[in-house]
């Protein structure tokens, strides 16, 4: 038998099954149909059910509430993370009671540094003064930002503790809110450690910086301000390898003119170190 | 000539049908563009702390080589800031020595992440090989634009903030350590006692109440800048328009956060 649709039929089925006369009825036949169906087939349906539904059920209940609010987590973990203990208080709130200290460091040598990089994470002292903070008056406690590092930037003041006044605490001398060395530095390696001892390996060793850098005494107070020069041309270097240059005569000699010409000698010969193969 | 409407159309006009088709659409559409409005709205006036909405943020960092001293103060503040667990193989940022011998080796160390700094002032060079180029270099999460970390995770537990931090949820990850695996900088570690994944934060409890970063804050030289992105007027932004900047393996197309100045070339 060929099943023809037809509209109508269906229009009249709607309206038959909605209207209540017909919910009885349609009760009765769903029961009838169910307890017709084949044994297996309701008990695998049951199954087939429990099966769609429980990892629904186990969906719901695994993923929390707010999950998805904001993006694809959880948002009251941010809550959480933002909730976490601040230890580090930062700098502007040790102002308040200690401006003596504060006023001292602002235009010191130190005035880079937090103050809880030497006293330790302050925020509870800030809370509450009882809670004290440790000050490191050790002479051990300095050298792990100045201990000399060939690694370390050119310019940062570096001192070899074994050698450098190695008797007495350094805050015996330097203040530590103001670092002032109790004198300008003498020498260059104090802040240019890397390149001195370089030098003095290198075939220029007997050369004082002060013959290329032409430092001004203020250089060694407000380094970063006042800049020593450096030399610019290839004359420079000539004025003692040149073949006419009146110099030494264990000097090596180059013709200025044919000897590489295109580069500077730094281009090739490091000056701290120069090396000719 | 023939009507173009067929006579067995339920003689529905033409203006009708577009009418009724457009007003069922809007019905139809309605909740789902109401409840989408009202996420959004949820989701800019989401403040955290005071005043703190991350929408109107983009963090980054700054980290200048030339200046960095290897005090090891950042990776030492960063543990007494997060609680992080104080064996030596736990760190959320940590700073390396590089030093590059003359035959082209190259070797990186780092005792105990550098929290005691870097004392032995001399180094013992190997078979008589010259060092010639030598700096340090602070590691950090690079809280990735694109972070292979949190595509990885199977449940959620690690994401991407609005204002471009990338954190862990430490309650709902569930160990699995895919995110330290996908992690191409190693940033992330397993919490011995947790056992979840673990990373840096940019200190995010500290930057919604308007501090920076713990590692920041303690940084003697300012070789690190915390800020802005993408506003004109931010430490980061002169930063990154002073020097010339490089990332970390840019050719896996992560898209860091952590801008770094005079960044050598043999820096991995």
Redesign the interface.
């Known amino acids: 038998m060929k099943f023809k649709f037809n509209p109508d039929d269906l229009k009249s089925l709607v309206k038959k099954s909605f209207s209540s006369d017909n919910i009885n009825k349609r009760r009765q036949s769903m029961k009838f149909f169910w307890k017709n169906l084949p044994e297996q087939i309701r008990r695998l349906s049951v199954v087939a059910v429990i099966l769609f539904a429980l990892p629904l059920v186990v969906r719901q209940l695994l993923i929390?509430t707010d999950?998805g609010?904001?993006?694809?987590?959880?948002a009251s973990?941010?809550?959480?993370?933002?909730?976490?203990?601040?230890?580090?208080a930062?700098?502007e709130l040790c102002n308040e009671c200690h401006d003596d200290v504060v006023e001292v460091k602002y235009n010191g040598y130190?005035k880079?540094?937090?103050c809880?990089?030497c006293h330790?994470?302050a925020f509870a002292h800030t809370e509450d003064d009882a809670i004290e903070l440790e000050a490191p008056r050790k002479r051990s406690y300095c050298?792990?930002?100045h201990?000399?590092?060939?690694?370390?930037?050119s310019g940062?003041p570096q001192i070899?503790s074994a050698r450098h006044n190695s008797r007495k605490a350094c805050i015996k001398c330097h203040d530590p809110h103001d670092p002032k060395p109790p004198e300008t530095p003498r020498e260059c390696k104090a802040c240019h450690a890397e390149i001195s001892y370089t030098k003095a390996v290198s075939k220029h060793v007997d050369i004082p910086c002060t013959r290329c850098h032409q430092t001004p005494e203020e250089h060694k107070i407000r380094p970063r301000e006042v800049l020593p020069s450096k030399p610019h041309n290839r004359e420079f270097c000539g004025s003692c390898h040149a073949l006419d240059a009146e110099s030494s005569e264990d000097i090596p000699r180059i013709d200025l003119f044919e000897h590489e010409r295109r580069y500077n000698c730094w281009q090739c010969h490091y000056p701290h170190l120069p090396e000719a193969n | 000539m023939k009507k173009w409407q067929s006579e067995n159309a339920n003689g529905m006009k033409r203006r009708k049908f577009i009418k009724n088709i457009l007003f069922s659409l809007a019905a139809l559409t309605t909740p789902a563009v109401l409840s989408a409005q009202e996420a959004l709205k949820k989701l800019q006036t989401w403040i955290i702390g005071e005043d703190y909405n991350p929408f109107e943020h983009y963090w980054g960092m700054g980290i200048d080589i030339n200046k960095c001293i290897g005090c090891g103060k950042c990776a030492d503040a960063c543990k007494k800031e997060n609680d992080v667990p104080k064996a030596p193989f736990f760190f959320r940022t940590w700073v390396e020595r590089y030093r590059i011998f003359k035959s082209g080796k190259t070797f990186v160390d780092s005792p105990n992440g550098a929290i005691n700094g870097f004392r032995k002032p001399y180094y013992e060079s190997e078979d008589k090989d010259k060092v010639i180029r030598s700096f340090f270099v602070p590691k950090i999460c690079n809280h990735c634009d694109n972070p292979p970390c949190v595509q990885v995770c199977p449940v959620g537990a690690t994401f991407k903030t609005p204002d471009g931090v990338v954190l862990v949820d430490g309650d709902y990850c569930i160990g699995c350590r895919y995110c330290i695996q996908a992690c191409p900088y190693g940033a992330r570690f397993l919490h011995p006692e947790k056992r979840t994944a673990e990373k840096c934060t940019f200190c995010y409890h500290r930057v919604v109440k308007g501090l920076v970063p713990a590692c920041v804050e303690i940084c003697p030289t300012q070789t690190r800048i915390f800020g802005e992105i993408k506003k004109k007027a931010s430490p980061l932004m002169r930063f990154m328009r002073k020097h010339k900047i490089g990332v970390l393996k840019p050719s896996l197309n992560t898209e860091p956060k952590v801008y770094y100045a005079n960044l050598d070339m043999e820096v991995r």
Do not use: M, N
Request: net charge negative; glycine share 8%; proline share 12%.
């Open positions: 929390p999950f609010k904001y993006g694809h987590y959880r973990a941010l809550d959480e993370i933002v909730s976490q203990e601040i230890h580090y930062g700098r130190h880079t540094l937090t809880e990089v330790g994470p050298p792990t930002c201990e000399y590092l060939p690694s370390r930037p940062f070899i």
